[in-house]
């Protein structure tokens, strides 16, 4: 009877009181530390941000909304590949590199409806801008000069 009965709280997805107390701890540890990755710019690591945001806007659905929630993803991906591409002025970041990430840009999917219009457009014209930077070294120049 006993395994029954823990077999039963294993599978069932939601956390005993005490346990989630154990939990909080660690979550305000990794949301402090989330904070001061923002709070210096390290743009480097914004996709440790990025994972932390779409990790507890989905454990936590009505935290933000899903325009909300995909501009602030574009956006701290959009900040990471800028960055890459201003490496790449200096030759130091591949553009293959930088492609993969655009590829994994699009945050919205094609079963969303029209209020997502608005973000589809702002991430198929981040990547045409991102796309005509690599090709041509001197507007990415003038680009980041400016």
Known sequence: MEAVGLTERINDPSLPLS?????VPPLQLLSAAMWQLAKQKDVLNYEKLQEFVLTVTEAIPGLINHRQRA?????????????????STRGSV?????????????????????????VKTTESTFIAL???????PVERAYFFQV
């Open 71 to 87: 501009q602030l993803v574009l956006g701290l991906r959009a900040r990471l590949i800028l960055e890459l591409c201003k490496g």
């Open 94 to 118: 591949d553009s293959q590199v930088i492609q993969s990430y655009l590829d994994r840009l699009p945050i919205t999917s094609a079963n969303t409806d029209y209020r997502d219009a608005e």
């Open 19 to 23: 346990s989630l107390r154990l939990l």
């Open 130 to 136: 991102v796309q005509s930077l690599l090709k041509d």
